[in-house]
Protein backbone atom coordinates (compact mmCIF):
# COMPACT_ATOMS: atom_id res chain seq x y z
CA UNK A 1 0.00 0.00 0.00
CA UNK A 2 1.85 3.27 -1.14
CA UNK A 3 1.99 6.01 2.18
CA UNK A 4 -0.11 8.80 1.88
CA UNK A 5 2.48 12.06 2.54
CA UNK A 6 1.11 14.05 5.91
CA UNK A 7 -0.91 11.36 7.28
CA UNK A 8 -0.62 10.43 10.93
CA UNK A 9 0.27 6.58 11.41
CA UNK A 10 -3.21 5.11 13.77
CA UNK A 11 -0.33 4.33 16.50
CA UNK A 12 0.18 8.44 16.73
CA UNK A 13 -3.46 9.37 16.45
CA UNK A 14 -5.23 10.88 19.10
CA UNK A 15 -8.72 10.11 18.11
CA UNK A 16 -11.31 10.63 20.52
CA UNK A 17 -15.07 9.60 19.58
CA UNK A 18 -18.57 10.69 20.83
CA UNK A 19 -18.38 7.59 23.11
CA UNK A 20 -15.51 8.80 25.52
CA UNK A 21 -15.35 10.19 28.55
CA UNK A 22 -13.12 12.69 27.00
CA UNK A 23 -15.96 14.00 24.96
CA UNK A 24 -18.40 14.48 28.27
CA UNK A 25 -20.04 10.55 27.29
CA UNK A 26 -21.41 9.55 30.56
CA UNK A 27 -22.33 5.85 31.69
CA UNK A 28 -23.73 4.38 34.50
CA UNK A 29 -24.37 0.71 35.41
CA UNK A 30 -27.91 -1.06 36.14
CA UNK A 31 -26.71 -1.58 40.04
CA UNK A 32 -25.74 2.17 40.09
CA UNK A 33 -29.19 3.05 38.48
CA UNK A 34 -31.36 0.97 40.51
CA UNK A 35 -29.47 2.59 43.69
CA UNK A 36 -30.55 5.84 42.04
CA UNK A 37 -33.88 5.17 41.81
CA UNK A 38 -33.89 3.63 45.57
CA UNK A 39 -32.78 6.34 47.24
CA UNK A 40 -35.22 8.63 45.69
CA UNK A 41 -37.97 6.38 46.20
CA UNK A 42 -38.70 5.89 42.35
CA UNK A 43 -41.83 3.22 41.06
CA UNK A 44 -40.01 -0.22 40.88
CA UNK A 45 -37.46 0.62 43.44
CA UNK A 46 -38.74 -1.61 46.47
CA UNK A 47 -37.78 1.08 48.91
CA UNK A 48 -39.13 3.99 51.29
CA UNK A 49 -36.72 7.15 50.62
CA UNK A 50 -35.95 10.40 52.67
CA UNK A 51 -35.54 11.86 49.23
CA UNK A 52 -38.48 12.74 46.48
CA UNK A 53 -38.71 10.56 43.56
CA UNK A 54 -38.42 14.26 41.66
CA UNK A 55 -34.85 13.32 42.75
CA UNK A 56 -34.68 10.25 40.88
CA UNK A 57 -33.56 10.17 36.89
CA UNK A 58 -35.96 10.16 34.47
CA UNK A 59 -36.01 6.70 32.71
CA UNK A 60 -36.20 6.98 28.99
CA UNK A 61 -36.24 4.20 27.08
CA UNK A 62 -35.57 4.36 23.71
CA UNK A 63 -36.23 0.82 22.27
CA UNK A 64 -39.43 0.23 19.91
CA UNK A 65 -42.85 0.38 21.54
CA UNK A 66 -43.09 -3.41 20.78
CA UNK A 67 -40.00 -3.87 23.20
CA UNK A 68 -40.91 -1.44 25.45
CA UNK A 69 -44.41 -3.14 26.21
CA UNK A 70 -43.05 -6.43 26.80
CA UNK A 71 -41.03 -5.47 29.68
CA UNK A 72 -39.26 -2.45 31.01
CA UNK A 73 -37.56 0.08 33.67
CA UNK A 74 -40.34 0.81 36.13
CA UNK A 75 -41.68 4.09 35.51
CA UNK A 76 -39.78 4.50 31.50
CA UNK A 77 -40.73 7.11 29.03
CA UNK A 78 -40.81 5.55 26.00
CA UNK A 79 -39.43 7.27 23.18
CA UNK A 80 -37.97 4.78 20.10
CA UNK A 81 -34.59 6.35 18.91
CA UNK A 82 -35.95 7.27 15.32
CA UNK A 83 -38.50 9.51 16.63
CA UNK A 84 -36.21 10.96 19.37
CA UNK A 85 -35.13 14.22 17.28
CA UNK A 86 -38.55 15.21 16.44
CA UNK A 87 -39.67 14.41 20.10
CA UNK A 88 -36.50 16.91 21.54
CA UNK A 89 -37.71 19.47 18.82
CA UNK A 90 -41.39 19.09 19.34
CA UNK A 91 -40.93 20.43 23.03
CA UNK A 92 -41.70 16.69 24.38
CA UNK A 93 -38.87 16.47 26.38
CA UNK A 94 -38.76 19.77 27.62
CA UNK A 95 -39.31 18.81 31.11
CA UNK A 96 -36.44 16.78 31.59
CA UNK A 97 -33.91 18.68 29.89
CA UNK A 98 -32.14 19.99 33.12
CA UNK A 99 -32.97 16.73 35.47
CA UNK A 100 -30.43 13.14 35.38
CA UNK A 101 -32.04 11.21 32.40
CA UNK A 102 -30.87 7.55 32.51
CA UNK A 103 -31.20 6.05 28.57
CA UNK A 104 -31.99 2.64 28.23
CA UNK A 105 -32.41 0.02 25.77
CA UNK A 106 -31.73 -3.43 25.14
CA UNK A 107 -28.32 -3.65 25.81
CA UNK A 108 -27.04 -0.05 25.24
CA UNK A 109 -26.17 0.49 21.64
CA UNK A 110 -28.62 2.67 20.53
CA UNK A 111 -28.96 4.14 23.90
CA UNK A 112 -25.89 5.69 23.58
CA UNK A 113 -26.70 6.73 20.25
CA UNK A 114 -29.25 8.73 22.14
CA UNK A 115 -27.08 9.63 25.02
CA UNK A 116 -24.65 11.57 22.40
CA UNK A 117 -27.24 13.04 20.29
CA UNK A 118 -28.89 14.63 23.20
CA UNK A 119 -26.12 15.71 25.35
CA UNK A 120 -23.84 17.17 22.44
CA UNK A 121 -26.71 18.19 19.94
CA UNK A 122 -29.49 18.84 22.20
CA UNK A 123 -27.61 20.40 25.00
CA UNK A 124 -28.96 18.16 28.08
CA UNK A 125 -27.32 18.95 30.91
CA UNK A 126 -26.94 15.17 32.14
CA UNK A 127 -27.96 12.58 30.10
CA UNK A 128 -26.02 9.53 30.19
CA UNK A 129 -26.17 5.78 28.93
CA UNK A 130 -26.77 2.59 30.97
CA UNK A 131 -24.61 -0.22 30.43
CA UNK A 132 -26.35 -3.29 29.62
CA UNK A 133 -29.55 -1.93 28.86
CA UNK A 134 -32.54 -3.52 30.08
CA UNK A 135 -30.85 -7.23 29.43
CA UNK A 136 -28.21 -6.40 32.21
CA UNK A 137 -31.09 -5.17 34.36
CA UNK A 138 -32.79 -8.64 34.11
CA UNK A 139 -29.77 -10.24 34.78
CA UNK A 140 -29.18 -8.58 37.92
CA UNK A 141 -32.66 -9.30 39.13
CA UNK A 142 -34.35 -5.83 38.95
CA UNK A 143 -38.28 -5.98 38.36
CA UNK A 144 -39.76 -5.22 35.18
CA UNK A 145 -42.76 -3.18 34.55
CA UNK A 146 -45.13 -4.59 31.38
CA UNK A 147 -48.12 -3.56 29.76
CA UNK A 148 -51.08 -5.27 30.91
Request: aromatic share 6%; glycine share 8%; hydrophobic share 40%.
Amino acid sequence: MPEVKGALSSEAADILTAYSTEQGFKEVTVDTLFMQLRTAGAPGSNDASTSSPDDAPVILDVRTRGEFAGGRVPGALNVPLDELSDAVRAGKLDDFCTRPLAVVCQIGMRSAQATVRLSRVFNFDDAYNVAGGTSAWVAAGYPLETDK
